[in-house]
Structure formats: C-alpha cells, structure tokens
Nanobody, 122 residues
Framework: QVQLVESGGGLVQAGGSLRLSCAAT????????MGWFRQAPGKEREFVAR????????YYADSVKGRFTISRDNAKNTVYLQMNSLKPEDTALYYC???????????????WGQGTQVTVSS
C-alpha cells in the first residue's frame, strides 16, 4: 500500500520560511518523480514543483521560482520543499505526489498524501 505523509506546515509571517517533508512508503521511491502541488480554498489544485528520480533535475511553477527549492533523499524515501520569502498568496494545503512522467498536470500523478496546511499572514 502506497502512503505519502506530509509534515512541516504551519503559520508563518510574510517573508518567513518553512520546510515541508513528505515520507513515502509502499513502492520503490527512487523509481518515481516526486512532486508538490497546492490547493487554496475555492481554487483548483495547482502544480508547485517536481524533482526527477534519474538526475535530480527540478522544475518549478513560475509563481514559486527563486523562492522554493525541492529536494529528495532516496536513502530516507523523503522529498522536501524549502519555502522562503513566503507570501500570503502561498497559503494553501500542500500535497506531495508521485509520477513516472515529467509533467505539471495533476492527472499524471497517482498517489497523493493528505496534505499539510501552510498559512502565511500579512
């Protein structure tokens, strides 16, 4: 059974930082591209970042480029999202997920965690 468990969310002031973690179990972590998505109230779930399993290459949404950094530790089956210079518009429920595709479409990702809430106050 595949499980993805996110942690590290919280309440932070604008300009602050948070580091999200996602621990994966149930299938070979190093075989999958890992991604982060987010969903704000009343909005669609949107792509944030992904990291390749092959060469560690990364890709970001324009809205977070230069502020967020995705990384992975295959030995710990964990993916991270370092979020700096946070803005109120970053407030959302953040999900980690897996895929075999270099995609920013949520339909290409299969298993999802329960999410971790990030709230940025102004």
């Amino acid at each position: 059974q595949v499980q993805l468990v996110e942690s590290g969310g919280g309440l932070v002031q604008a300009g602050g930082s948070l580091r999200l973690s996602c621990a994966a179990t149930g299938r070979t972590f190093s075989s999958y591209i890992m991604g982060w998505f987010r969903q704000a109230p009343g909005k669609e779930r949107e792509f944030v970042a992904r990291i390749s399993n092959a060469d560690g290459s990364t890709y970001y949404a324009d809205s977070v480029k230069g502020r967020f950094t995705i990384s992975r530790d295959n030995a710990k089956n964990t993916v991270y999202l370092q979020m700096n210079s946070l803005k109120p518009e970053d407030t959302a429920l953040y999900y980690c997920t897996q895929t075999r595709y270099y995609s920013d479409s949520r339909t290409d990702y299969d298993y999802w965690g329960q999410g971790t809430q990030v709230t940025v106050s102004s």
